[in-house]
């Protein structure tokens, strides 16, 4: 007589035996609470100094941006903050002016011009009506100092995939407000800094409140006026700083004064120098030109490559947007329930292996943690920033093998 059900049993006890039986109820407990215990530590940002290290080594290991050069760099250093504005701010209005119209003409207004300095002065509004300006690819740097995040999630809306929610009002563009119809291109340097104050991404989207107004990335729109194939889907972007820097020119290389003076405040600065270099470089490349302030009074930034002028954090930052390495993040509460079976599986591996031999046990452990590390750089250069998923692993395992010890002494042989 056939036994129909015998195949059956036998792959319900094997089940059982290898697989169902070694996870015990504590081990699952222990899982959730690893799971648990990393999501809360993402949320108060407890390991953002490991992780921003972490993110740094993976980064430098990515690969290198194209030989083209796609941003130059006009920097406001300290001669010429002396020289040109006799170290004072805000910054006069002419000398920019001229700077800007000078750059613009130089490269057949071929080239996007990003002007990273603040111009909410009234005396600013006559820029717009100069006959270069209509010409020129140029968008200005707005003053995002009067935002703030007004309302933050709680642990368990965080976990439920809420964001802080930030506001904004709208700032002094070119000695006024601007709005979606005015034919004036900015956008303000905002960079929400890691726990350990780095600067690693840009972010491009805000969850804003309700009154809040709508503030535009200048690094976007930057590199938007650039290349008009920008993608709209993504919150935020990496900013990887191995790629190939931006070729960095000084205005007290590019300009003198008028006659050749010591000091000229106020006065139109006159190409000189390295202004054939620079100006041959332009219509070669047609590049993004970033005029800013390196001067000791200037914004600097924590980076993984040092403290940085603001000006060069956002050349960075626009290269990051023209590579496009966006970060395609899940919400937490997804990472947590993935969290939970790849720490089971983890814990059952070396269990499997360290159950008649620690040895065997450490052996596979430091395999899998091998494996987890190489995993974790290919979702970081895809753009996925999964870093609960190693702590349980690596709790996990911790747990199984002092779990087997206690059990078992001479396993350790």
């Not at 692993?393 to 059990?407: R, T, W």
């Given at each position: 007589?056939?036994?129909?059900?015998?195949?059956?049993?036998?792959?319900?006890?094997?089940?059982?035996?290898?697989?169902?039986?070694?996870?015990?109820?504590?081990?699952?407990?222990?899982v959730?609470?690893?799971?648990?215990?990393?999501?809360?530590?993402?949320?108060?940002?407890?390991?953002?100094?490991?992780?921003?290290?972490?993110?740094?080594?993976?980064?430098?290991?990515?690969?290198?941006?194209?030989?083209?050069?796609?941003?130059?760099?006009?920097?406001?250093?300290?001669?010429?903050y002396?020289?040109?504005?006799?170290?004072?701010?805000?910054?006069?209005?002419t000398?920019v002016?001229?700077?800007?119209?000078?750059?613009?003409?130089?490269?057949?207004n071929?080239?996007?011009?990003?002007?990273?300095?603040?111009?909410?002065?009234?005396?600013?509004?006559?820029?717009?009506?100069?006959?270069?300006f209509?010409?020129a690819?140029?968008?200005?740097?707005?003053?995002?100092q009067?935002?703030?995040?007004?309302?933050?999630?709680?642990?368990?809306?965080?976990?439920?995939?809420?964001?802080?929610?930030?506001?904004?009002?709208?700032p002094?563009?070119?000695?006024?407000?601007?709005?979606d119809d005015?034919?004036?291109k900015?956008?303000?340097?905002?960079?929400v800094?890691?726990?350990d104050l780095?600067?690693?991404?840009?972010?491009?989207?805000?969850?804003?409140?309700?009154?809040?107004a709508?503030?535009?990335?200048?690094?976007?729109?930057?590199?938007?006026?650039?290349?008009?194939?920008s993608?709209?889907?993504?919150?935020e972007?990496?900013v990887?700083y191995?790629?190939?820097?931006?070729?960095?020119?000084?205005?007290?290389?590019?300009?003198?004064?008028?006659?050749g003076?010591?000091?000229c405040?106020?006065?139109?600065?006159v190409?000189?120098?390295?202004?054939?270099e620079?100006?041959?470089?332009?219509?070669?490349?047609?590049?993004?030109v970033?005029?800013?302030?390196?001067?000791?009074?200037?914004?600097?930034?924590?980076?993984?490559i040092?403290?940085?002028?603001?000006?060069?954090?956002?050349?960075?930052?626009?290269?990051?947007?023209?590579?496009?390495?966006?970060?395609?993040?899940?919400h937490?509460?997804?990472?947590?329930?993935?969290?939970?079976?790849?720490?089971?599986?983890t814990?059952?591996?070396?269990?499997?292996?360290a159950?008649?031999?620690?040895?065997?046990g450490?052996q596979?452990?430091?395999?899998?943690?091998?494996?987890?590390?190489?995993?974790?750089?290919?979702?970081?250069?895809?753009?996925?920033?999964?870093?609960?998923?190693a702590?349980?692993?690596?709790?996990?395992?911790?747990?199984?093998?002092?779990?087997?010890?206690?059990?078992?002494p001479?396993?350790?042989?």
């Amino acid at each position: 007589m056939r036994r129909p059900h015998k195949k059956g049993r036998s792959r319900e006890k094997w089940w059982l035996q290898t697989v169902a039986g070694p996870v015990t109820v504590r081990n699952l407990l222990v899982v959730i609470g690893l799971a648990i215990t990393m999501q809360y530590l993402d949320y108060r940002g407890t390991l953002g100094q490991w992780e921003g290290w972490f993110l740094d080594v993976a980064l430098r290991w990515g690969p290198q941006s194209s030989g083209e050069r796609q941003i130059i760099t006009v920097e406001i250093d300290k001669t010429a903050y002396d020289k040109f504005f006799c170290s004072k701010s805000p910054l006069e209005t002419t000398v920019v002016t001229s700077l800007v119209k000078q750059i613009a003409t130089a490269a057949d207004n071929a080239s996007v011009i990003g002007v990273d300095i603040l111009t909410e002065s009234p005396v600013y509004a006559d820029v717009v009506t100069a006959p270069w300006f209509n010409d020129a690819k140029t968008v200005w740097a707005a003053d995002a100092q009067t935002s703030a995040p007004t309302e933050s999630a709680t642990f368990l809306g965080w976990l439920a995939g809420r964001n802080d929610e930030w506001s904004f009002e709208l700032p002094l563009v070119l000695g006024k407000t601007r709005n979606d119809d005015d034919p004036v291109k900015w956008g303000a340097s905002v960079y929400v800094h890691d726990r350990d104050l780095g600067v690693r991404k840009l972010t491009r989207e805000f969850h804003r409140t309700q009154r809040s107004a709508d503030l535009k990335v200048w690094a976007r729109e930057v590199a938007k006026a650039f290349r008009t194939n920008s993608d709209t889907t993504h919150e935020e972007v990496l900013v990887s700083y191995s790629t190939l820097p931006p070729l960095e020119y000084k205005v007290s290389d590019l300009f003198t004064c008028n006659g050749g003076g010591g000091q000229c405040c106020a006065g139109e600065p006159v190409p000189s120098g390295f202004w054939n270099e620079f100006k041959q470089e332009l219509q070669r490349y047609r590049p993004i030109v970033l005029i800013g302030g390196t001067f000791d009074s200037s914004r600097d930034l924590d980076t993984p490559i040092g403290r940085q002028p603001g000006l060069i954090v956002d050349a960075y930052a626009v290269q990051a947007e023209l590579s496009q390495t966006y970060v395609r993040d899940f919400h937490p509460w997804l990472k947590f329930v993935f969290d939970i079976p790849l720490g089971l599986a983890t814990g059952w591996l070396v269990l499997r292996f360290a159950k008649r031999s620690m040895r065997r046990g450490m052996q596979i452990s430091f395999l899998i943690a091998a494996v987890i590390i190489v995993v974790s750089v290919f979702l970081i250069h895809a753009g996925i920033l999964w870093f609960s998923f190693a702590g349980v692993a690596f709790g996990a395992m911790l747990e199984q093998l002092v779990e087997l010890y206690i059990e078992n002494p001479k396993a350790a042989d």
